[in-house]
Nanobody
Framework: VQLQESGPGLVKPSQTLSLTCTVSGGSITTNYYYWSWIRQPPGKGLEWIAYIAYSGSTYYNPSLKSRTSISSDTSNNQFSLQLNSVIPEDTAVYYC??????????WGQGTPVTVSS
């Protein structure tokens, strides 16, 4: 399984960040996998953002839920993240990953995002 993130490297404050993860080597609708977005701000640890399940159910980090939306495009085997009203503290490397039995077993290489005017 391979995952590849794509999206803008630079976003202005108050704008919406949109990222897409393209999955190859396996279907995002396969039971019972979940597909996740995680980020790592500079000098800090990993922060889980959201999951979308094989069934399409979604789960969010409560601290980001009000600004976050995760969705999937099964025809293209992709899932996406939207983060609204971004602030400089949203600057991070954003990763997509697969979740199998509560463990992140496959990761994308990560895409850096900077929030700056």
């Amino acid at each position: 399984v391979q995952l590849q993130e794509s999206g803008p490297g630079l976003v202005k404050p108050s704008q919406t960040l949109s990222l897409t993860c393209t999955v190859s080597g396996g279907s995002i609708t396969t039971n019972y996998y979940y597909w996740s977005w995680i980020r790592q701000p500079p000098g800090k640890g990993l922060e889980w953002i959201a999951y979308i399940a094989y069934s399409g159910s979604t789960y969010y980090n409560p601290s980001l839920k009000s600004r976050t939306s995760i969705s999937s495009d099964t025809s293209n085997n992709q899932f996406s993240l939207q983060l609204n009203s971004v602030i400089p503290e949203d600057t991070a490397v954003y990763y997509c990953a697969r979740v199998d039995e509560r463990a992140f077993d496959y990761w994308g290489q990560g895409t850096p995002v900077t929030v700056s005017s």
